[in-house]
């Protein structure tokens, strides 16, 4: 698969966000960096502690291809599995990677603790691995073909994913340009406006079409958000034609 043709996904990994006792903001966060680099998320999952799961989902996500993000289980306590489920997912062994070692050896010497298996476990990535600099602690992440492990602290994986995607995939940056456009079509039924929706895809083969109902409120009517999202050069010339459509099939609309 050509660097172009992948796609781009995240995994957020950890008990306390899938059983609510803390609210992610990796996705969101994740969605503006690479926005702020003319890229798009393509797919996200949200995953418990749970080693033969996560090593399921990573041996399938090996196998698509994909440059992936996963936030969250690197540790070496006993709720992190992320390592592990790595190597067993891409069938390799977990070893202790050198430049991890020596990154963890000088924390802990800045820090005057001793450096204990149990910290070193920290530095051990599935055979093949590539660390990723952490700028916070320089308790390393990994990287194993196109996916690339960080801890579930923001202050750490931020500046980590984007010293990944600057290093590894700047030649990626705003290759598919795209913009967007929408009107509020007041009253409007998705099913009466899906042939119009259909249409514009076809006609406009750079673009495709979203929409997004509002039931109504107190404060505001129901109506649908109708745009489209794609080639810059084609959706000026879509939406007047979606907006005389609009009009044709009987509702009012204006631009949101």
């Not at 502690?49 to 090996?62: A, G, I, K, Q």
């Not at 055979?127 to 990287?143: E, K, M, Y």
Request: proline content about 5%.
């Amino acid at each position: 698969m050509s660097e172009a043709a992948k796609g781009i996904g995240a995994i957020i990994i950890g008990d306390e966000i899938t059983l609510g006792r803390r609210q992610d903001k990796h996705f969101a966060r994740i969605v503006e960096l690479l926005a702020a680099r003319g890229l798009t998320l393509d797919w996200a999952l949200y995953h418990g502690d749970n080693r033969e799961r996560l090593t399921e989902v990573l041996r399938r996500s090996f196998a698509a291809g994909d440059i992936v993000f996963s936030c969250g289980g690197i540790g070496n306590t006993p709720d992190d599995h992320t390592r592990q489920a790595a190597a067993a997912a891409a069938g390799v062994e977990l070893v202790l990677h050198p430049e991890a070692e020596r990154e963890i050896r000088g924390r802990y010497a800045e820090i005057g603790r001793e450096v204990t298996d149990y910290a070193l476990d920290m530095g051990r990535y599935p055979l093949g691995s590539r660390i990723i600099p952490n700028p916070f602690n320089r308790i390393p992440g990994f990287s194993w073909g196109d996916h690339h492990f960080v801890p579930g602290f923001p202050q750490m994986a931020w500046p980590m994913i984007e010293w990944v995607l600057d290093t590894c995939y700047a030649d990626l940056f705003n290759r598919r340009p795209s913009a967007e456009a929408a009107i509020l079509v007041w009253q409007g039924i998705e099913s009466a406006l899906t042939p119009l929706m259909l249409r514009i895809e076809a006609e406009y083969t750079g673009l495709k079409v979203f929409s997004l109902p509002f039931l109504g409120s107190a404060e505001v009517q129901r109506h649908i958000e109708l745009g489209v999202r794609g080639a810059p050069e084609q959706v000026p010339a879509a939406m007047e034609t979606m907006r005389r459509a609009v009009v044709e099939l009987g509702y009012s609309c204006n631009d949101k």
